[in-house]
């Protein structure tokens, strides 16, 4: 009967049956609400209180947040509850609240609204019921004290509870006393009813990640939360992300430039060493002058012997003595010249700007050179390449032309560069086989010397997680049975 009469008045009002269908609001729930709140028996009074509930129900069917269900609920129940003030908070929990349903002619003041929070609160932190001035239906509150200005004024607040106990919503009602016993008999119930569709907009607003950390963390079974949990690691497992290979690198030169003895020699001093940074036409070395002096002095001595000899010759008209004496004289000043352009090279200067990569004079003045023999390597460092080693396991997903980012242990900040190339045959680094592949920097500030040693990630296609996080064990057992 009481269904009937609230589908009727229902479509009178401009809602149709089916939105009445959809919102699930059986006859039983109307009953109960209706007996708890109307103690009298007259069946037109349950039926009107029936509808209204069913006209509550289905507004908040129509709310697509939580924000607007609790709009909607402070409208609706200023209508139902005849009162002028009344304010729906939602709680963020650790007893936050936050209030966004106000209806209300009394408070619009920041100061006000900060009370009406303030007395929110306390149902928030765990209150069942609370309100002002003191009576038997609810405990008594100072803040809700505050919120009572005229002499004849009620203030409560209900909390909308969860299936668990947990405080979703809180409902705050300011109302004149005489009316405020009728609307506190309502109210109660009104909650009771409205929670399972606020605890469904709580779920909704929840991100899905958030839903299934609840539902695995909740009351479920084991068998549920495994089942969660492995599902939710085959998703993850198939998202595909960018396969990142990580290498050990070291910075190379460019370019080297050698400095070897121009002839035979002995060391007199060595002016650099391995490390140091050098200009060009620098001093490097310096060779000893003294054999070359007695050298000199020693072909001095036999020119004067060679012209007497000619000038004897050719007074005693010996012209094959002579002749001989002449040719003598010829290649001693052969010998001097030569000795005057070594004389000119007893200094070796740097060719380039650069950093001497390598000394093999150091704590050897004296030692002997030979003609040709290596005594510096220089290398320039306006530009540097850094080598990458690749494992012979992950070559395959690397090739020319990918980005790399090289972390230095000298330097803070990161380097990114491309492959520019990858060497087509293994070489040995630590004992292991890579393969080298090169990258080329600017090398600002000189920053960057060769030696120094790091480590490279190479940002190669997109795989999903799943292979990236197990296919070297894959391998490693694939090949462990024999596969």
């Known amino acids: 009967m009481i269904r009937f009469v609230a589908i009727m008045i229902a479509t009178e009002n401009g809602i149709s049956e089916k939105e009445i269908v959809k919102s699930k609001f059986s006859e039983n729930e109307c009953n109960e609400a209706a007996a708890k709140t109307i103690p009298n028996n007259i069946e037109s009074k349950a039926e009107s209180w029936a509808t209204q509930l069913l006209k509550l129900r289905i507004a908040l069917d129509q709310a697509s947040s939580l924000t607007v269900f ?13 009162c002028r003030n009344v304010f729906v908070g939602i709680c963020k929990g650790m007893g936050e609240v936050d209030l966004v349903g106000i209806e209300s002619d009394d408070f619009s003041s920041e100061s006000s609204l900060e009370v009406v929070r303030n007395a929110a609160r306390e149902v928030a932190l765990g209150q069942v019921c609370v309100g002002w001035p003191r009576n038997n239906r609810w405990s008594p509150s100072l803040v809700h004290r505050e919120l009572v200005s005229a002499a004849h004024s009620t203030a409560f607040s209900v909390a909308i509870r969860a299936g668990d106990g947990d405080v979703m919503g809180i409902v705050t009602v300011v109302i004149t006393e005489n009316n405020s016993a009728l609307a506190f008999q309502q109210l109660d119930p009104i909650c009771q009813l409205l929670a399972p569709q606020m605890e469904f907009q709580r779920q909704h607003a929840k991100s899905p990640w958030k839903r299934c950390l609840e539902f695995a963390t909740g009351n479920t079974t084991l068998f549920q939360r495994w089942l969660v949990g492995i599902s939710a690691a085959l998703l993850l497992g198939m998202i595909p992300i960018p396969h990142r290979i990580s290498c050990d690198a070291e910075v190379n030169p460019m370019v080297r430039r050698f400095v070897a003895a121009p002839f035979e020699g002995i060391l007199r001093s060595s002016a650099v060493s391995a490390g140091d940074l050098v200009a060009q036409g620098q001093m490097l070395a310096s060779l000893d002058e003294d054999e070359m002096r007695l050298q000199v002095s020693s072909i001095s001595a036999e020119e004067e012997l060679a012209r007497k000899t000619k000038a004897s010759a050719l007074a005693t008209g010996e012209a094959l003595e002579a002749q001989q004496a002449k040719l003598e004289l010829r290649k001693l000043t052969y010998k001097r010249e030569l000795l005057t352009d070594r004389s000119d090279s007893l200094i070796l200067h740097s060719p380039i700007d650069g950093v001497v990569l390598k000394s093999e004079l150091e704590d050897a003045e004296g030692a002997p050179l030979t ?30 032309g990918m980005d790399v980012i090289v972390s230095v242990d000298s330097i803070s900040h990161k380097l990114v560069g491309t492959l520019n190339r990858i060497q087509p045959q293994s070489d040995t680094f630590e004992n292991e086989s890579v393969f080298v592949a090169e990258v080329e920097f600017e090398n600002r500030n000189n ?5 120094m040693q790091g480590y490279a990630v190479v940002v190669s296609e997109f795989q999903p997680i799943g292979w990236i996080l197990f296919h070297k064990p894959a391998r490693y057992f694939k090949r462990l049975a024999g596969f």
């Open 371 to 400: 003609k040709g023999q290596v005594l510096f390597e220089i290398a320039p460092l306006e530009k540097v390449k850094i080598k990458v080693f690749i494992s012979q396991q992950d070559v395959a997903f690397v090739s020319e």
């Open 447 to 451: 920053e960057l010397k060769p030696g």
């Open 70 to 82: 609790a709009e909607i609920l402070a409208k609706q129940l200023v209508r139902i509850l005849k």
